[in-house]
């Protein structure tokens, strides 16, 4: 009988601990979902919105007169005369622009934490949990949202990638990669890893512009886009993952909008309150 009972002895709590999960998650997402705290006027957020949109058409006038003035083209002729040596440490270097490496850890992050906040733990705890998922969650979002605009406005586009047929030659609604060209993909996710890494730690801006414009470089070094592709991609990263940034202003989750018309990052949870919960989760 103690045999047969103990299944279901452990299923219970598994089953109690599934519907806790759900729960958080569900928790989670209505708060990302709900309506603005801020009068929805103020999602002008008037510094931070007028510099958006000037450097939105200062990089689409950029992108078309590299593509009218032929700076395209030459660039990636030069680029073809590069040391073989030099473009193989680029073509090693971009795969590091794909969004997999920030997608990938940030939404495990999610799930685990929601997990961790899924038990028996304080209110305290299930606090520092939140704060984590909310910054977990922005990172997310903030490349997730641009890399999937990218994937299909690119298919849309259908501009070739650098070849024998010329900067000008587009095949709309082609779902050849040979045809996703306009705008870059690994640009794109690696100018929005920018702007929300930057956004949470300030400090590192300098070492994320190091690393975006490298991967933008790379990607016209191995001839894998014209230059006007690594300015349109990287004008839908950084325009993006600021949009995902203010949305999330606008509920209070993880930042808000100050008195000087800008958005800034809440303080997060200290890294001593942080292990003082990994301590009592791990003790659990």
Not at 89 to 115: E, H, K, M, Q
Not at 234 to 241: D, L, T
């Amino acid at each position: 009988m103690t045999l047969i009972g103990a299944p279901e002895r452990i299923a219970r709590p598994l089953a109690m601990r599934g519907r806790r999960f759900g729960a958080t998650i569900a928790a989670w997402v209505t708060a990302l979902v709900r309506r603005p705290r801020i009068a929805l006027p103020a999602l002008g957020f008037v510094v931070e919105r007028h510099r958006l949109w000037i450097g939105c058409v200062a990089a689409l006038f950029v992108a078309i007169e590299s593509m009218g003035w032929g700076f395209d083209t030459a660039a990636i002729k030069m680029a073809a005369r590069l040391p073989a040596g030099i473009v193989d440490a680029f073509n090693a270097i971009t795969d590091y622009g794909r969004s997999s490496w920030t997608l990938w850890p940030s939404g495990v992050l999610i799930l685990v934490t929601a997990a961790a906040a899924s038990g028996a733990v304080t209110r305290m705890s299930r606090l520092v949990l939140a704060s984590l998922a909310v910054r977990f969650g922005f990172v997310f979002f903030a490349v997730g949202i641009p890399g999937l605009f990218v994937t299909v406005v690119k298919r849309w586009i259908g501009r070739v990638r650098p070849s024998d047929a010329g900067a000008f030659a587009y095949h709309p609604f082609s779902w050849d990669s040979d045809y996703a060209s306009l705008p870059s993909g690994h640009t794109a996710a690696a100018f929005s890893a920018l702007v929300a890494f930057g956004a949470l730690f300030p400090r590192a801006r300098p070492a994320l512009w190091i690393y975006a414009v490298t991967i933008g470089l790379s990607r016209v070094i191995i001839a894998a886009h014209f230059p006007s592709d690594v300015i349109v991609g990287a004008m839908v990263g950084a325009c993006g993952a600021i949009l995902v940034r203010e949305w999330f202003a606008a509920r209070r989750l993880g930042f808000y909008l100050g008195g000087d018309g800008k958005v800034h990052a809440m303080p997060g949870p200290s890294f001593r309150r942080i292990k003082k919960v990994a301590q009592a989760l791990a003790a659990q």
